[in-house]
């Protein structure tokens, strides 16, 4: 095979593919919606939400930029002139749960510090809107299943912002792996980080944020589990540790190392980092290794196999577009999302293995 038809190859793989790691644990809504679009309610008017769902949500057809809910008055002025937003679908985190009443608002979207992302979804859901919340999904395993018994109750749609889990090039390596294109998966070394500058923001508080394994943490287990396609069964050789102890105190991590152990002795070494720039995932298969760099980047994910190139080109924010309209869809359909609350606690579960294993210095089974 040339180097042009293996790259054809490889996009009609990820193209084709339509992979959905559906959860067996999938809730399914029975509120299906008669409108062409969804309202989206943001919580939460920070980077994320500004510089990136905004402007997703220009982009996307299956949903729209409906409401806002901020503490902050001159953010809510702001966003209501640059958006057209009526002042009705504008709330702050008192009028809150007045959302119910709105039927302009069919999804809340919570992009808020993990530690406030309980008591937001939650309230979502009693208020009867599907709700989509961005990762980490909490700071507990009990904190996540909460989450999801209130939305099961409620009887709403929940999804958990994986965007990379809705992108062509994700989906290309997974296929990959999951049809054993190169044999059986041997073992896999993934890392996510970036040099955080700042001194003082939620990341940086164990109450708020949990620190690097919360938030960078999660990229390096998502690549691990749907780099190997399978859940690990423990956690071994794990470490937290900091180089800048004036910022990261009380055991709070700023860099975290890690085995994750898989059946069949599969082993997947993860690395996570507020101190370095690092990105990539490796899967060494047995007939050759899929490489990832970068494997979770906002503008692009990219890598190479001896199949050929994995390399979709696409521009920021179309994860965030593919994600909401998937979701949206999704929602619309009656359907289970593809990227359910039970995703997101299995991600918190190993969170919560890796921070014990540290601790105890021992391996931790899952």
């Avoid at 209501?80 to 959302?99: L, Q, R």
């Avoid at 940086?204 to 394994?213: P, R």
């Avoid at 690990?232 to 700023?254: F, M, Q, S």
């Avoid at 929602?331 to 606690?345: A, H, N, R, T, Y």
Wanted: net charge neutral; glycine share 8%; hydrophobic share 35%.
């Amino acid at each position: 095979m040339n180097f042009l038809s293996r790259r054809t190859t490889l996009k009609s793989l990820a193209l084709g593919a339509g992979i959905s790691m559906i959860s067996p644990f999938s809730v399914l809504s029975s509120k299906k919606s008669r409108k062409d679009k969804l309202g989206v309610a943001l919580v939460g008017l920070g980077y994320y939400s500004t510089d990136l769902l905004s402007p997703a949500l220009e982009k996307t057809e299956k949903c729209y930029l409906a409401g806002i809910v901020t503490g902050t008055p001159s953010k809510a002025a702001t966003w209501k002139a640059k958006y057209n937003i009526p002042e009705k679908n504008i709330y702050n985190y008192d009028t809150f749960d007045s959302i119910a009443e709105n039927p302009d608002i069919d999804v809340v979207y919570v992009v808020l510090p993990p530690s406030m992302h309980k008591e937001y979804v939650i309230r979502a859901a009693k208020a009867g809107k599907h709700v989509w919340c961005e990762k980490p999904m909490a700071m507990t395993v009990e904190e996540c299943q909460a989450m999801i018994d209130a939305c099961k109750d409620a009887n709403v749609s929940l999804s958990i912002g994986y965007r990379c889990q809705h992108e062509p090039n994700t989906k290309a390596y997974q296929k990959i792996v999951q049809e054993q294109t190169l044999g059986k998966v041997l073992g896999l070394d993934c890392a996510a980080g970036y040099r955080e500058n700042r001194t003082d923001h939620w990341k940086q508080k164990l109450e708020m944020g949990g620190g690097v394994i919360y938030d960078m943490g999660v990229y390096s287990i998502q690549g691990a589990r749907l780099g190997s396609g399978m859940e690990p069964i423990a956690v071994n050789a794990a470490k937290v540790w900091t180089e800048r102890p004036d910022i990261y105190k009380d055991g709070l991590g700023e860099i975290v190392e890690a085995e994750l152990e898989f059946p069949g002795g599969v082993i997947g070494t993860i690395k996570t980092s507020f101190a370095e720039n690092v990105n990539f995932l490796t899967i060494t298969c047995e007939k050759g290794k899929i490489e990832m760099a970068p494997f979770s980047a906002y503008a692009g994910n990219k890598g190479k196999s001896p199949l050929g190139e994995i390399d979709i080109p696409f521009q920021q924010p179309m994860e965030q577009v593919w994600q909401m309209d998937n979701d949206a869809q999704t929602i619309m359909d009656g359907k289970p999302q593809s990227v359910p609350g039970e995703e997101g606690l299995r991600d918190i579960r190993i969170v919560q293995a890796i921070l014990e294993s540290a601790e105890k210095g021992e391996r931790v089974r899952i």
